[in-house]
């Protein structure tokens, strides 16, 4: 006997049609409201198969497939109050009870009892019957429209709607059926809109299942992923024709696909003498302005070459190409003529008027942070053995190209024009270097400084910029950070570690304390930075992010934690004993001797013993067992070795012998009461324990590393 499969539900299509959307904002406005239709339609307890999102320059939509029509009936349960409360003594209802009863819409005698171990109480007990998709699906629409991620709503003629651009259609089809709904001024029918200029008509859509169809014959490509891959197909056809290799930005390419509904690629091409400029003027201009990819030859260089994509299928393509090329040689022409100006001036030149710069409202102008660069980098030289008087060039002249008209113009490019025009200049290389590697790195995963001087220089950035604005009050409070001091933070750390810098920390963020009161007059400023708190609040907060930066390392957070519990102020250093520490827990005795060290902790601290507490003398006549002296023996030969070994940072070598203390660390605690009754044999004990935790200590506070090794 063969059983018919009841059909599937139909799908559910809702688009906003409006004029064209931002588009740097298009695709987190369409995660945004397909999030949060799936989101509703779950909690309404209306299933669904998948939810598919589609977003253009001129729509935002989903499309739900197999969506149910229909919510299911709901059993309510209600309790209502304890039986002996319920009546009185005449057996009569309470006020508790009619209030009750009234509440559920039922007289009293309806209710039902239940028996639970606190009594007996009443209950009410019901079902609701589902509503239906038509019913809930404005509440869910319109409630999915208000959480969009819309800075500034606007307002269009003399509409109170307010969207992030005016709407002209709304369409929502329930298979064959309009599901009708009021939103944003628009009335919902089964109506949408092909390409603007390509296919304008209205297109009066039968079902849901025909609005894909019917775009793509419209000129449309509604799904924002396939429309994003089919423009890099054509970027990278079109660059291989025309003899050169595309770079496709993922911004760019994502900021493109929201502007186009049909895209064609179009190559176009500019005057080669425009390459005589640095390639990145031209690259920022053709980016920025303009939206074009640039090409470049098999050895990296730009070529006089870019591709647009247009948001046409043009029967006279060339005339696209030339439209372009008309529009890019005033912008490419503009950048040629300040790089001729900026260089009629030199960089130095413009050192004072850094100072009409603010940096920051309380720490004062550009200048003042460059003089402040300039003896932070003087000590780094010293430290790391760099020549001074390049150090300092390269602080006071980092900031410079700020005041050029091509920075100007295109701000991102502050640093690259800095280095080109030191070039130009004849400024030493490793100094032009310099001045644009003060950035790296720029964000997560970005590369670090390749020179010496710019590692330096971009350290004694992020330490002058953290100590600046915790002074002020102004550190990151959960997910605000306007001055990404979590971003200067982890770079410093990886400035430091990666570049294998044995920097202490600490001290240069005192001596940019120093520096910051040496030029500021606010009294609560300057006390702040005089006492320890600034310091100490900055290089904990460096010390907070090593478990971040570590952990995408593989490096498991107890053994990050268990290193900078000691605060130690160098990131190298720190680094070194997290490897020591993770190969130490890789040994067989690392899980018993964590237990150990757990355990010695908790005595020491029970009676008043701590890493500060100062070591005493530790009297061998004192022991009463064996296992104590065994104990003391191992301790005085392999201590002194283990310790040297830990001033040479030796700290693997140094963990790996002190491992070899489980032998007689076990014994001692199965055979001796560290509390005897004999004050000084106990004090004794409590030294001795003392000495191991130390030894241990000098390296990562092993106590708080897990017993167990997974």
């Not at 977003?55 to 739900?64: G, K």
């Not at 053994?559 to 020591?580: C, G, K, N, Y």
């Not at 530790?618 to 002194?640: R, Y």
Request: with cysteine; hydrophobic share 40%.
């Amino acid at each position: 006997m063969s059983t018919t499969m009841p059909p599937s539900p139909p799908d559910l299509l809702i688009e906003i049609g409006t004029e064209e959307l931002p588009p740097k904002a298009l695709n987190r406005l369409s995660r945004a409201f397909s999030d949060a239709i799936g989101t509703q339609l779950e909690q309404l307890r209306l299933p669904f198969k998948a939810i598919h999102s589609y977003a253009t320059p001129r729509r935002l939509a989903v499309i739900v497939t197999a969506v149910s029509g229909q919510q299911p009936d709901q059993s309510v349960e209600r309790r209502g109050p304890a039986l002996k409360a319920a009546y009185d003594s005449q057996g009569k209802p309470t006020k508790a009870l009619l209030g009750f009863a009234h509440s559920c819409g039922v007289p009293p005698e309806q209710l039902e009892q239940i028996q639970t171990p606190k009594g007996s109480w009443l209950l009410y007990r019901t079902q609701q019957p589902g509503q239906s998709l038509a019913q809930r699906l404005p509440q869910v629409i319109e409630q999915a429209v208000n959480l969009l991620p819309i800075p500034k709503r606007m307002r269009w003629g003399d509409l109170k709607a307010e969207f992030v651009r005016p709407v002209h259609w709304l369409t929502v089809l329930y298979g064959e059926k309009i599901i009708p709904i009021e939103l944003l001024a628009q009335h919902s029918n089964r109506v949408t809109f092909g390409h603007r200029f390509m296919a304008p008509a209205a297109i009066e859509l039968n079902s849901s299942a025909d609005y894909l169809p019917s775009l793509q014959h419209a000129f449309v490509v509604a799904d924002f992923e396939q429309r994003r891959e089919q423009i890099r197909h054509q970027i990278e056809q079109a660059a291989t024709t025309a003899g050169g290799r595309a770079v496709i930005d993922p911004d760019l390419l994502d900021e493109v696909t929201a502007m186009v509904e049909w895209p064609t690629a179009v190559v176009g091409s500019f005057d080669p003498e425009f390459l005589r400029i640095p390639a990145e003027c031209l690259i920022s201009a053709m980016k920025g302005h303009q939206k074009y990819f640039h090409l470049i030859d098999d050895r990296g260089k730009l070529l006089a070459k870019f591709i647009t994509i247009s948001n046409i299928s043009s029967r006279q393509p060339h005339l696209v190409q030339q439209g372009n090329e008309r529009v890019i040689r005033p912008r490419l022409a503009d950048a040629a003529f300040f790089w001729q100006q900026d260089q009629k001036s030199t960089l130095d030149s413009r050192y004072e008027a850094l100072d009409s710069i603010i940096f920051q409202q309380q720490l004062g102008t550009l200048k003042a942070k460059s003089e402040r660069l300039q003896q932070l980098m003087a000590r780094l030289a010293t430290e790391l053995k760099l020549p001074v008087k390049e150090a300092q060039q390269a602080a006071r002249l980092c900031q410079c190209d700020l005041l050029t008209d091509m920075v100007g113009e295109f701000p991102e490019l502050q640093g690259v024009m800095g280095r080109h025009y030191a070039v130009a200049e004849g400024i030493p290389t490793t100094v032009a270097a310099a001045m644009n590697e003060i950035y790296l790195p720029r964000h997560a995963g970005d590369t670090l400084p390749q020179g010496e001087l710019g590692t330096a220089l971009a350290i004694a950035d992020r330490i002058d910029t953290l100590v600046g604005i915790f002074a002020i009050g102004q550190k990151p409070s959960g997910t605000k950070d306007p001055f990404a001091l979590r971003r200067a933070a982890l770079a410093l750390l990886r400035l430091t570690i990666e570049r294998q810098l044995p920097l202490n920390i600490y001290t240069l963020l005192q001596h940019a304390a120093t520096l910051y009161q040496q030029q500021l007059d606010e009294p609560v400023i300057v006390s702040r930075l005089a006492s320890s708190e600034v310091v100490t609040e900055c290089f904990h907060y460096i010390l907070e992010r090593c478990n971040g930066y570590f952990s995408e390392q593989g490096i498991d957070s107890a053994i990050t934690e268990a290193v900078i519990a000691l605060s130690p102020p160098e990131p190298l250093d720190i680094a070194h004993r997290i490897e020591a520490v993770k190969r130490f827990q890789q040994q067989p005795q690392a899980a018993a001797l964590a237990a150990a060290n757990k355990r010695i902790s908790n005595i020491l601290r029970k009676n008043g013993h701590d890493l500060t507490h100062e070591s005493a003398p530790i009297h061998a006549d004192l022991f009463q067992h064996p296992e104590e002296q065994q104990l003391w023996q191992q301790l005085q030969q392999l201590g002194p070795v283990a310790e040297q070994l830990f001033q040479q940072r030796a700290y693997s070598e140094g963990l790996t012998l002190l491992a070899t203390l489980k032998e007689v660390i076990d014994p001692f605690f199965d055979q001796v009461m560290v509390m005897a009754e004999d004050s000084a044999v106990r004090q004794n004990r409590l030294t001795l324990l003392s000495y191991i935790q130390r030894l241990f200590s000098q390296v990562a506070d092993i106590a708080a590393l897990p017993a167990e090794v997974n």
